[in-house]
């Protein structure tokens, strides 16, 4: 299958100056998080290969945060599927939507839990479920048996 290039290079500079990271709904839930005494890594490798970064993460708990955008994602909610070039962008999309899926699996496969929220959910919301997941990963690790025999 060939690969169908943006509508014009007008697109393609759009398109670059795209913010990948830091997007206001990512801002607004590191700074709920925050606020609630929560500290995290941003923008953290989560596998090494295929390179995957977490947009929020708690390395020493082995959960993994991304707040995925409405459009870039395909959110069943809000996503809008472009008239001009439209193969381009449900390519597009679709492979982002993919990537997500794998990036869930192996994740999940290396005993990692994984949050996903869309940009359009509320921040204390996701913030309230970040924290509660917080809480049960540090309540199972001072239950495990390992644990219990460090002490």
């Not at 998080?33 to 970064?53: A, C, F, H, I, M």
């Not at 949050?115 to 204390?124: C, G, N, Q, T």
């Not at 970040?130 to 001072?142: D, I």
């Amino acid at each position: 299958m060939s690969r169908i290039q943006p509508l014009s290079p007008e697109t393609s500079r759009r398109m670059a100056k795209v913010r990948q990271k830091g997007a206001n709904a990512e801002i607004a839930l590191r700074s709920e998080l925050y606020r609630r005494g929560l500290r995290y890594r941003v923008d953290y490798e989560v596998l090494k290969k295929p390179r995957r970064v977490a947009d929020v993460a708690f390395p020493g708990l082995k959960i993994a945060i991304f707040v995925d955008g409405c459009f870039w994602h395909g959110c069943p909610e809000h996503a809008t599927w472009p008239k001009q070039n439209a193969e381009f962008w449900r390519q597009k999309i679709e492979a982002n939507r993919h990537r997500d899926a794998d990036t869930n699996s192996r994740l999940l496969d290396a005993g990692w839990t994984v949050l996903r929220f869309w940009e359009h959910e509320s921040p204390i919301r996701a913030a309230e479920t970040v924290a509660q997941t917080v809480a049960m990963a540090k309540a199972k690790r001072c239950t495990s048996p390992v644990a219990n025999e460090k002490n």
